[in-house]
């Protein structure tokens, strides 16, 4: 009876899930992206009153060498009041920073029709 050949095992050609996930992780930035969600979900709680509707916070990203957080208001009337407490809430922010990992040195207010 014939029986075809073995075919050779292919060695080095499949990694193992904990060699490969590492390097998948730092490819989408996971560490990067969990630490900009960590300080996005602060604001809400930091931010006092009425901010806490009319103000989100959208965006953390490195903009000339500096971490910037956007914030995004409902109107300009917003934007002007909260201009005032930009630097109290930056430092309540940076408070966490032993648990984010980042320290935030601006806020941008950006005014959008809806939150």
Known sequence: ???PPKKPKRAGLMSSVSQVL?????????????Q?????????RIV???????TRASR???KGGQNTLTVQVNS???????????EQYRQKLN???????????????RTV???
Request: proline content about 6%; charged content about 25%.
């Open 1 to 3: 009876m014939y029986k």
């Open 113 to 115: 029709s809806r939150l």
């Open 60 to 62: 953390l990203r490195p």
């Open 76 to 86: 300009a009337t917003v934007a002007a009041e909260l201009s005032f407490y930009l």
């Open 22 to 34: 590492p390097q998948v992780g730092k490819d989408l930035r996971l560490d990067e992206r969990a």
């Open 36 to 44: 900009e969600w960590a300080v996005l979900s602060l604001w809400s």
């Open 95 to 109: 408070e966490y920073q032993p648990q984010t990992g980042l320290n935030v040195q601006r806020i941008e207010i």
């Open 48 to 54: 006092d009153g009425p901010f806490q509707t009319t």
